[in-house]
């Protein structure tokens, strides 16, 4: 069964960093490129970074320079490495496979805020 579960968030004051983490069950981790997404209140959920199985990176221009996608295909576990968080970062963060088309997990939440 898959099963994606979200860890790391919090509240953090701006210009701080946060690493975020997702952990997978099910075999199919290592064959599909993974993804973050984001949604904050009254917004469409977007997509931020994915990392292909390989660890070829992309980010989004929004977060280029300050988040990095990354993943360890021995832990089933994918990670989202954020500094110098904004205000406008905050959001509830979820993983997913490229395209959302594994079952959403829980999500965690990123608050950024002084």
């Known amino acids: 069964q898959v099963q994606l579960v979200e860890s790391g968030g919090g509240l953090v004051q701006p210009g701080g960093s946060l690493r975020l983490s997702c952990v997978a069950s099910g075999s199919f981790f290592t064959s599909y490129t993974m993804a973050w997404y984001r949604q904050a209140p009254g917004s469409p959920r977007e997509l931020i970074a994915h990392?292909?199985?390989?660890?070829?990176?992309t980010v989004v221009t929004s977060v280029k320079g300050r988040f990095t996608i990354s993943r360890d295909n021995a832990k089933n576990t994918v990670y989202l490495q954020m500094n110098v968080l904004r205000p406008g970062d905050t959001a509830r963060y979820y993983c997913?496979?490229?395209?959302?088309?594994?079952?959403w997990g829980p999500g965690t939440q990123v608050t950024v805020s002084s």
């Open positions: 997913n496979a490229l395209g959302g088309r594994l079952p």
């Open positions: 990392v292909t199985p390989d660890g070829s990176a």
